[in-house]
Nanobody, 125 residues
Framework: QVQLVESGGGLVQAGGSLRLSCAAS??????????MGWFRQAPGKEREFVAA????????SYAESVKGRFTIARDNAKNTVYLQINNLQPGDTAVYYC????????????????WGQGTQVTVSS
């Protein structure tokens, strides 16, 4: 069984920063074989793509709305993917989910095989 566990969310003021982490585990799960992605879902909205990183960490992709403020990274030795979020804005308030994909089409939710339970990020103005 594969588990993805997010952490690092919280309540911050606008302009602040957070670093989200997602730890992966599973007896048959080879973390370094998967593209890892972050999505977010605000109240009343669809879950949307935020960022993704390939198996090596050498290729990344971001939603236009977060470019320049969000940075995705991974540590394959620790089976962990990170999302550094800077200059947080109220519009970033959402539940943030990490996910693992064994195929391409990084921005598409259905491409992801495994999902975490999410971590809440709330930004106050």
């Amino acid at each position: 069984q594969v588990q993805l566990v997010e952490s690092g969310g919280g309540l911050v003021q606008a302009g602040g920063s957070l670093r989200l982490s997602c730890a992966a585990s599973g007896r048959t799960f080879t973390f370094s074989s998967y593209t890892m992605g972050w999505f977010r879902q605000a109240p009343g909205k669809e879950r949307e793509f935020v960022a993704a990183i390939d198996w090596s960490g050498g290729v990344t992709s971001y939603a236009e709305s977060v470019k320049g403020r969000f940075t995705i990274a991974r540590d394959n030795a620790k089976n962990t993917v990170y999302l550094q979020i800077n200059n947080l804005q109220p519009g970033d308030t959402a539940v943030y989910y990490c996910a693992a994909s064994s195929v391409g089409r990084w921005r598409v939710r259905s491409s992801y095989d495994y999902w975490g339970q999410g971590t809440q990020v709330t930004v106050s103005s």
